[in-house]
């Protein structure tokens, strides 16, 4: 870097080095003399432009790496979908990381290991990720992703759990979720393979959702629906082309059911490509 100073009230020609001397010595020690003047302003535009960007990564990487021995005061735990589902609470994780030791507040902010706090709360089988972070004030923030209820399944094995829409099996212990009941011969693969598709139609199309109250796996595979409307029993037969099934089946309901009335069939077949059967 190259000073200028001058002092009031002197005239000694050295004292002051103008700015044009100035650009001139850089001209002559970057060997850039042929330059004109517009392309050494943009060199030096660029010279400065390079120097904040350095200084502001070194900045940076000072404040990520820099060792804060200060202890944590204070842990703030968001559990997300808490509208939709209580299977975690805020309480749940707290007591969680007491159990284990490793609850944050209180140890010091650099000895803090996020990775390990969030392995160890993704041991929940309710929780399905986790983020944790350090933030000012010397705080970890912990926010929290619940599995959602897809479906419940009630079998004849006596078995009583829910999975998610990944299949993922979560226990039904103490907790009521407002899902379909798969019952009959339904074990935990065929439910994987054949149901999931049809949790997640009832759990994207609000009709469904609201109709479908249960899902009866028969001994040789084929598949019922008890409804909430109506109360009739649906054929659906095999669990494959669940959506021409249900959108045939959708339109029955819509223009046929509303003219001869909600309780004129007792049973309503769509196992058939492309055929609704009532039978009364």
């Keep these: ?24 010595f850089l001209r ?19 010279i400065l432009l390079f120097l904040a960007v350095a200084y502001l ?10 060792k804060d021995d200060t202890p944590c005061r204070t842990v703030s ?18 007591k969680m990381l007491h159990k284990s030791g490793h609850y944050p507040v209180g ?28 933030t000012p004030g010397n705080c970890v923030r912990i926010h929290v992703s619940q599995r959602l209820p897809l479906l419940r399944i009630m079998n004849e094995k006596g078995e009583d759990y829910y999975v998610d829409n990944k299949g993922v099996r979560m226990l039904a212990k103490g907790y009521e979720a407002d899902v379909a009941i798969i019952t009959g011969q339904a074990d935990e693969l065929y439910v994987r393979r054949h149901l ?3 949790g997640m139609i009832m759990h994207d199309d ?45 339109a029955f309901y819509e223009k046929v059911l509303p003219k001869v009335g909600w309780h004129k069939y007792r049973e309503i077949s769509v196992a058939y490509e492309n055929q609704v059967i009532g039978i009364k």
């Design 206 to 250: 609000e009709f469904w959702n609201s109709q479908i109250e249960q899902i009866n796996v028969l001994p040789n595979g084929n598949v019922d629906l008890v409804m909430r409307v109506g109360n009739p029993l649906v054929h659906l037969g095999t669990p494959d082309k669940l959506n021409r099934k249900l959108r045939n089946l959708r």
């Design 77 to 94: 735990i968001v559990i997300a979908d808490s509208a939709q589902a209580t299977l975690i609470t805020r309480d749940a994780v707290e």
């Design 107 to 134: 140890q010091s902010m650099k000895d803090i290991n996020l990775l390990d706090l969030e392995q160890q709360i993704k041991k929940n089988p309710y929780i399905s990720e986790v983020l944790c972070v350090k």
């Design 196 to 198: 999931l598709q049809l």
């Design 28 to 46: 002559s020690y970057l060997g850039l003399s042929t330059y004109s003047a517009p392309a050494m302003r943009t060199l030096l535009k660029l």
């Design 57 to 66: 990564i070194f900045a940076t990487v000072t404040f990520l790496w820099r």
């Design 1 to 24: 870097f190259v000073f200028a100073v001058h002092h009031r009230g002197t005239t000694n020609a050295h004292s002051a080095l103008p700015i044009h001397n100035t650009h001139c």
